[in-house]
């Protein structure tokens, strides 16, 4: 990869699926990461909206989310180890953002481990702050900060 790779976001498409799956097994372990039939089913949520991250033709990261009125989540961002610390991750999140603002989400929701430091900063960097701990959110009895955002109002 270059040292400043040209990153294209677009929409997903029902044939990324195989894609983003595979991105989801090795950005985390067999446990946490979600099965064929998980992903599937986030996908098919009311209001969900997946945006993929392009490198040319290949997909390097994705980020998932969903909401219900003024309500959104992050389900999952995820970004292939190459493509990390190349603000792929932030084009991912500030365009799922400005969908969600534009739809009339005022405050989203997610959570992360607790013990991911890089994950921590990278949540806080973009202006979401803690407001619980998840007790045994994740596979193995890990725990999760909740984590939320509010978002400014469309103009």
Not at 66 to 82: C, K, N, P
Not at 95 to 101: G, P, T
């Amino acid at each position: 990869m270059a040292n400043s790779p040209t990153i294209r976001l677009r929409p997903y498409t029902p044939a990324d699926f195989d894609s983003i799956f595979e991105i989801d097994q090795l950005c985390y372990t067999a446990d946490v990461a979600y099965s064929r039939e998980d992903l599937n089913e986030y996908l098919k949520f009311p209001n969900a909206d997946c945006i993929v991250a392009l490198d040319g033709k290949q997909i390097v990261g994705f980020c998932l989310t969903a909401h219900r009125r003024e309500q959104g989540y992050v389900v999952t961002i995820d970004v292939l180890e190459s493509h990390r610390r190349h603000h792929v991750g932030t084009l991912l999140l500030d365009e799922c953002e400005k969908r969600m603002a534009a739809d009339g989400v005022r405050i989203v929701n997610l959570e992360t481990a607790t013990d991911n430091e890089a994950a921590i900063a990278f949540w806080q960097k973009h202006g979401y702050r803690t407001r619980a701990v998840k007790k045994e959110y994740y596979p193995g009895g890990q725990d999760a900060f909740a984590m939320r955002k509010t978002l400014e109002p469309k103009a």
